[in-house]
């Protein structure tokens, strides 16, 4: 005899079965039978402040393990309150699976003012998902969860959003449902193989510019590179697919003038998985006058802002095994030698640019890297002294570096961070925030305490909003609303839960982090810009 479930014990059953073994959430009284299934399930819920924070964690989860990151919410302020990290995770391609209850099937279009109504809810979300749907009927899961994780394991991954009335959760489900199978990823075409490599091999200064697509394809982008002598950039995502000591890594560098000045003279152009995003460069454009080879899972990338000359749609590894072969058949018009004199002329006048503020950044970042093991997570913030760890913070393992430039919404890196340290418990990870991005989402310290995890939260406080301010300066603008009145961070941290200290010397905050990856709960380290010890 068949036992009926509840609609939502039985999406929560699917979603085990799907492998999901962690929720971020807050519940509501029309989302009650997904937690139902939730306390049924063996799946872990964490019990978020904000929905705000639910999203995010669930993108840091993602970051952290690869694996789609899924957080449950309540309709109308739910939804609301969850864009921005769900709008993060579309920018950035990240697996979000967002499930939400919605007002009553029968209330829809109608403006009744029923509780937590949004008009059209599945359509709020449309512009930054893969798909938005409301489910109206249970039989319309399965399909619609497999497309999901066909989009999620087989395409460019990106959010996906699907809506439950609080009439329809209830509803009993008979059918046992099993997951479908997932396709594989596109593979290269071989004629365009060929081509691309003649171009490469002909090209006397190749660059190659890697992205988070690229992500998993290191060693065949290693071997590229060293054939052809070509010196590697990447975006803030692809940080750590070429090591930062690989004698041919520019690492992020092209916030740097130099690195966008060897960009623009390259002859020929290798660009992996990236949409080369302002958020990387802070320039409308770059300027890529070479031939352009381009990898991409996503082909709408491959016509875009910058057109490949010659486009390869294909899961990133499998093309640059395939590319690498076919580079093996013909001798290369660079040397390697040539590559790595010219990264080494590069990187030093980037580094005789520097300003003053950057060289502070760069001493914490150094710091840093001496206290954090080379696998650690790095969830940066929009601040200014992330943007500087963007080329400042040596990376030698890829996904251990996370900093939404292309969105750059103010307050990610602490959620984010507890997401990826609650997907990756054995890593560490350590989150880094300005002093006005913090506030934004310091309530989710209490979710950081409540979990007990190991969290370093570095917060950089020149009590401003500095880049707006810098911006009015420039522009002989008063300066408003922009000189926001910090709180005692230590006093916060510890209300809520955690240790917390400023950091007095280099010395002082080597030791402070290296004691916070090992502490009992999550640890504040507050670092003040006019700090005299960050000029000494």
């Known amino acids: 005899m068949v036992t009926a479930k509840s609609f939502g014990e039985a999406t929560i059953r699917l979603l085990a079965a799907y492998g999901v073994d962690t929720v971020f959430g807050m519940a509501g009284t029309m989302t009650l039978e997904l937690y139902r299934g939730i306390a049924a399930s063996g799946i872990r819920h964490v019990q978020c402040r904000n929905e705000q924070g639910a999203s995010l964690m669930a993108d840091g989860y993602a970051r952290a393990t690869g694996r789609p990151g899924v957080c449950t919410i309540i309709g109308g302020p739910g939804v609301t309150n969850a864009a921005t990290g769900i709008a993060q995770a579309y920018s950035d391609s990240q697996p979000m699976l967002v499930l939400s209850g919605a007002s009553p099937a029968p209330s829809h279009g109608k403006g009744w003012g029923a509780i937590h109504e949004l008009d059209d809810q599945a359509a709020v979300t449309r512009g930054f998902t893969a798909f938005s749907a409301m489910l109206r009927h249970p039989e319309e899961l399965p399909e619609l969860l497999a497309r999901a994780f066909a989009i999620f394991g087989g395409a460019r991954p990106r959010p996906v959003h699907l809506s439950f009335p609080r009439d329809v959760l209830p509803q009993p489900v008979e059918a046992d449902w099993a997951p479908r199978r997932t396709p594989s990823r596109p593979q290269p075409d071989p004629a365009a193989i060929e081509e691309a490599a003649d171009v490469l091999a002909r090209a006397r200064r190749p660059l190659i510019f890697a992205g988070g697509g690229g992500t998993g394809a290191g060693a065949a982008l290693r071997a590229i590179a060293e054939r052809l002598g070509a010196p590697v950039l990447s975006s803030n995502a692809g940080k750590g697919i070429v090591p930062s000591s690989h004698p041919l890594s520019l690492g992020c560098s092209v916030l740097q003038a130099a690195s966008r000045q060897a960009l623009a003279e390259a002859d020929a152009v290798l660009l992996v998985g990236s949409e080369v995003a302002a958020g990387d460069h802070f320039m409308n454009k770059l300027e890529i006058t070479g031939a352009l080879v381009r990898i991409d899972i996503d082909p709408t990338e491959l016509t875009s802002l910058y057109a490949a000359t010659v486009p390869i749609q294909s899961d990133a590894r499998a093309a640059l095994e395939q590319l690498s072969a076919a580079l093996e058949k013909r001798p290369p018009a660079s040397s390697r030698g040539g590559g790595e004199a010219r990264v080494r002329e590069i990187l030093a006048r980037n580094a005789a640019q520097l300003t003053p503020l950057e060289r502070r950044h760069a001493r914490v970042w150094g710091v840093l890297r001496e206290a954090l093991p080379r696998d650690a997570i790095v969830m940066g913030d929009a601040t200014q002294l992330v943007y500087t760890g963007t080329f400042a913070m040596p990376t030698e393992v ?84 922009v000189l926001p009145k910090s709180p005692d961070f230590l006093a916060l941290a510890a209300s809520l839960g955690c240790l917390a200290t400023r950091a007095t010397s280099a010395e002082h905050l080597a030791g402070s982090v290296r004691q916070a990856l090992s502490a009992d709960r999550p640890t504040l380290i507050e670092l003040r810009e006019d700090s005299a010890w960050l000029t000494a």
């Open 398 to 481: 890829e996904r251990t570096w996370y900093y939404s430039g292309n969105y750059c919404a103010l307050g990610p890196a602490l959620p984010m961070a507890i997401g990826a340290k609650i997907g990756a418990p054995a890593r560490p990870v350590v989150a880094v925030a300005g002093d006005g991005g913090l506030m934004f989402t310091v309530n989710e310290l209490a979710t950081a305490a409540e979990e007990r995890l190991a969290l370093p939260v570095l917060v950089w406080n020149n009590d401003a909003l500095q880049a707006i301010v810098e911006g009015m300066d420039e522009r002989g603008i008063p300066r408003i609303g």
